[in-house]
Nanobody
Framework: QVQLVESGGALVQPGGSLRLSCVAS????????IGWFRQAPGKEREGIACISASDNKTYYKYNVKDRFTISRDNANNTVYLQMNSLKPEDTGVYYC??????????????????WGRGTPVTVSS
């Protein structure tokens, strides 16, 4: 069965960094785009980053661009989200999800098929 498993979430102080991992199984990661999403308490889930399969092109929402970096390591079936300069508003449950080939430019969750169960991130003093 297709699986995506997130890990790396933690409690971190503002200005700190975390590296989230998304481990894929039972599908060929090389042919799928992977998105990262987050859901803050009381808010809707939002797409924040995506990496394509065709050329590893990356896409970011403006509020995380230059702070977050998405990357993939196909040999290890893993996609990463490096998060730097974390802010309290980055708090939420972070999910990864897949879709075929291409990232939607707006990183909308409706276009992604299989989802992980999430890893919580809390940014607080």
């Amino acid at each position: 069965q297709v699986q995506l498993v997130e890990s790396g979430g933690a409690l971190v102080q503002p200005g700190g960094s975390l590296r989230l991992s998304c481990v894929a199984s039972e599908f060929n990661l090389e042919t799928y785009a992977i998105g990262w999403f987050r859901q803050a308490p009381g808010k809707e889930r939002e797409g924040i980053a995506c990496i394509s399969a065709s050329d590893n092109k990356t896409y970011y929402k403006y509020n995380v661009k230059d702070r977050f970096t998405i990357s993939r390591d196909n040999a290890n079936n893993t996609v990463y989200l490096q998060m730097n300069s974390l802010k309290p508003e980055d708090t939420g449950v972070y999910y990864c999800a897949n879709r075929s080939k291409w990232c939607p430019m707006n990183i909308a969750g409706i276009w992604f098929r299989f989802w992980g169960r999430g890893t919580p991130v809390t940014v607080s003093s």
